[in-house]
């Protein structure tokens, strides 16, 4: 799949012992204690699920240096289940969220994952965070009795585990070390010849990157500048801006944050720079148009999405920018991209007791989910995902080889129509780090 994803660091194929908790920040670090206290009791339990109150934990970053991208994902889940319910036929279950913070690093994910399973008995988590990857063994081991439905941009390795069947991925089943054609592909069908990319000296953003190149090299464009060791958060941006002037090239793919981007860009313009295309793997959705100074700096810049923009009309997309509208307090159309994962993954938790039954077990609803092949999110997701597919890797049907352009113009992001969405197929071929 494009790399859309929010830069994380990719732990080593070695995971961290189930018994290992490392030093957090306070707020993980609570959970942390909690956990080593409720070490020897159950994880999770069936029992929550059925009759009174089903307590939903959320976990994304409420501190810490990821948290300003996810400030909307708690509101995101709970409009989602209140819009719930008020359809027709919805069960007759009070939904209670519970969020944990994972501070921005791994090791506060596994915290405040064994926080919400040991002491807050959830029935279900709801990951959003570009750290889960940290709490990934955990939760695919000790707490394999809950299920776990987010987004799985972290890339982590438990996503295609196929031991680890409590894990659903709204991302479908993606393998962030193979390469797809799409980006390829879609960059020739705009006339591209030399491609150039800039990333963090992260493992998600310098796969990422690596992946758009050799999708280029694969659809025949040749490589332009390639530099995959800046610094998290830089905005030194000179010797970037120099090399890709130098190198030629005419498309350019930047997996970094908007304010790094829009640095790089700005740095392009001013060297009378012009670019056939320029995709951001970040950025789109209302709180860019908040701030004058970043809707003026991403002007005819492309933002790459994997769910279907509002542009782009969908059941699912109504229903979500209507919902969000009413039970989040928004005062536009345009959701957040906080509150639209946090949205699609509870809509996701939602099929997963339309599956199931009112009154499943947590097991009923792991084994319901997991034979699911229909679920599209109203049609935000470009093609329903086959959960009972999961550890395979994905082919020319998964979702993941599919993305949304969307093309910042004034103060409206408008479709390409190249890429409503672009589709592609998986390469035999592994990221060459």
């Known amino acids: 799949m494009p790399r859309t994803t929010l830069p994380r660091t990719k732990p080593p194929r070695t995971t961290l012992p189930k018994t290992t908790l490392p030093k957090t920040k306070p707020l993980a670090a609570a959970g942390a204690a909690c956990a080593l206290l409720l070490a020897a009791t159950a994880c999770g339990g069936e029992e929550s699920g059925t009759g009174g109150t089903t307590k939903i934990g959320v976990l994304t970053s409420?501190?810490?240096?990821?948290?300003?991208?996810?400030?909307?994902?708690?509101?995101?889940?709970k409009a989602r289940l209140a819009?719930?319910?008020?359809e027709p036929g919805a069960?007759?279950?009070?939904?209670?969220?519970?969020?944990?913070?994972?501070?921005?690093?791994?090791?506060?994910a596994l915290a405040a994952t064994q926080k919400l399973v040991r002491q807050d008995d959830v029935f279900a988590g709801v990951p959003n965070s570009s750290f889960f990857f940290g709490a990934g063994q955990f939760a695919g081991t000790q707490a394999k009795g809950t299920p776990f439905v987010g987004s799985g941009f972290d890339g982590g390795e438990q996503w295609?585990?196929?031991?680890?069947?409590n894990l659903f991925n709204t991302l479908g089943n993606t393998d962030y070390d193979k390469v797809a054609s799409t980006m390829g592909a879609y960059w020739k069908s705009l006339g591209g010849t030399k491609a150039a990319t800039v990333s963090f000296d992260t493992a998600s953003s310098s796969g990422a990157a690596l992946a758009s190149i050799q999708s280029a090299e694969h659809a025949g464009l040749e490589r332009g500048y390639?530099?995959?060791k800046v610094p998290f958060g830089s905005k030194d941006v000179g010797s970037l801006v120099l090399g890709i002037k130098n190198s030629g090239a005419d498309v350019l793919y930047l997996p970094v944050t908007p304010e790094t981007a829009?640095?790089?860009?700005?740095?392009?313009?001013?060297?009378?720079?012009?670019l056939k295309s320029v995709?951001?793997?970040?950025?789109?959705?209302?709180?860019l148009l908040k701030s004058e100074p970043a809707v003026q700096a991403a002007q005819g810049l492309g933002f790459v999405t994997n769910t279907a923009p509002i542009g782009v009309p969908t059941p699912g997309g109504t229903a979500m920018a209507e919902g969000v509208k009413k039970h989040a307090g928004s005062t536009t159309d345009l959701p957040s991209f906080s509150e639209s994962i946090g949205w699609v993954s509870a809509d996701l938790l939602l099929h997963g007791f339309k599956k199931a039954g009112c009154d499943a077990t947590q097991e009923q609803f792991i084994d319901a989910l997991r034979e699911s092949e229909d679920w599209d999110a109203g049609g935000l997701v470009p093609k329903p995902i086959d959960f009972s597919d999961y550890g395979a890797i994905a082919g020319s049907h998964a979702?993941?080889?599919?993305?949304f352009v969307s093309i910042l113009k004034d103060k409206e992001f408008v479709p390409d129509p190249k890429a409503k969405p672009a589709c592609g197929t998986l390469l035999d071929e592994a990221v060459k780090r």
């Open 160 to 165: 295609l585990n196929k031991d680890y069947r």
């Open 83 to 86: 819009a719930y319910k008020e």
């Open 226 to 228: 390639v530099n995959v």
């Open 262 to 274: 829009f640095a790089v860009v700005g740095g392009l313009k001013q060297s009378g720079v012009e």
């Open 62 to 77: 409420l501190s810490g240096s990821a948290s300003a991208g996810f400030t909307g994902v708690e509101a995101g889940v």
């Open 91 to 108: 069960c007759d279950r009070d939904f209670q969220v519970v969020t944990a913070d994972d501070a921005s690093t791994p090791q506060g």
């Open 399 to 403: 979702s993941g080889n599919c993305f």
């Open 279 to 287: 995709l951001l793997a970040t950025g789109y959705g209302a709180d």
